[in-house]
């Protein structure tokens, strides 16, 4: 195999290069050198937080079958994110001080290891659909939904830093979004600015809707607060499909 960014010759046994130091990207579970899944993961959470932009690179030369390889790996890291966020919840109680951990804690918290790989699955192909939609909205015709998919699944490499106690919730959000913009990038070959511009005009189009209503509201002589509570909701509802 050959370095797909400078053409050098790579050992059986590496995934990067000693000329450029580009890191290729593993996950043909099918291959020889990637009978191991644990080890294919590790790889690339490695790749990714050294280089992601070198590795988002390759998932524009990857065929969806590497979609399922993917979300295998979102799902993985999810389930470390998951297990730890509930470790925390018990040993770093944030109320009801005077009660054991445990009587502190729902039982169906514990359902969250059963239920949230699937809302996962579902949040990270709303998250794809937005970013297929949003790129052809824009006339930007590089780049597939299976890419998209891939690059929401892997950017779940952000939320392994919950495993830090505390600050590891913003440490995630802030590399989680850090991560979709190079992602997005890279994939569909555009600008920074331009990607931030895709993410957040549709936030820019419900503020501009909502300054629109507040606007008649005030001049109509209705009460503001019914239309504050449904803005609450809605954006409660949209906020419920970001990924955890």
């Known amino acids: 195999m050959n370095c797909k960014k400078c053409g050098t010759p790579l ?6 290069c000693s000329v450029c130091g580009c890191i290729s990207l593993t996950g043909d579970y099918g291959t020889p050198q990637a009978q191991e899944p644990l080890k294919v993961i590790i790889e690339n959470i490695t790749a ?3 280089s992601p932009k070198d590795f988002f690179m390759r998932i524009r030369e990857q065929s969806k079958k590497s979609t399922s390889q993917a979300l295998v790996f979102a799902l993985f890291c999810a389930g470390i994110a ?5 470790l925390w919840s018990y040993l770093i109680p944030t109320d009801h001080t005077h009660l054991s951990p445990i009587a502190q804690q729902s039982p169906l918290r514990w359902s969250n290891l059963i239920y949230s ?3 996962l699955l579902f949040k990270l192909f709303f998250l794809a659909l937005f970013v297929y939609g949003m790129a052809a909205v ?4 590089r780049g597939n939904f299976a890419q998209s998919l891939q690059l929401c699944a892997y950017c779940q490499v952000a939320f392994l830093f919950t495993l830090i106690p505390v600050a590891g ?4 959000t802030v590399l989680w979004v850090v991560l979709f913009v190079i992602g997005i990038s890279t994939v569909y070959r555009i600008s920074v600015g331009k990607t931030v511009l895709i993410i957040f005009s549709p936030v820019m189009v419900l503020l501009f809707i909502a300054l629109i209503l ?3 509201t005030l001049f109509s002589g209705f009460s503001t607060h019914s239309l504050f509570e449904h803005l609450l909701r809605f954006s409660q509802t949209a906020l419920d499909f970001m990924p955890e």
């Open 117 to 119: 790989p699937l809302t």
């Open 138 to 141: 824009f006339r930007i015709k």
């Open 82 to 86: 998951i297990s730890a966020e509930l």
């Open 169 to 172: 919730e913003f440490v995630s």
């Open 11 to 16: 050992p059986s046994a590496s995934n990067s």
């Open 48 to 50: 990714i937080l050294i």
């Open 214 to 216: 507040f606007s008649l």
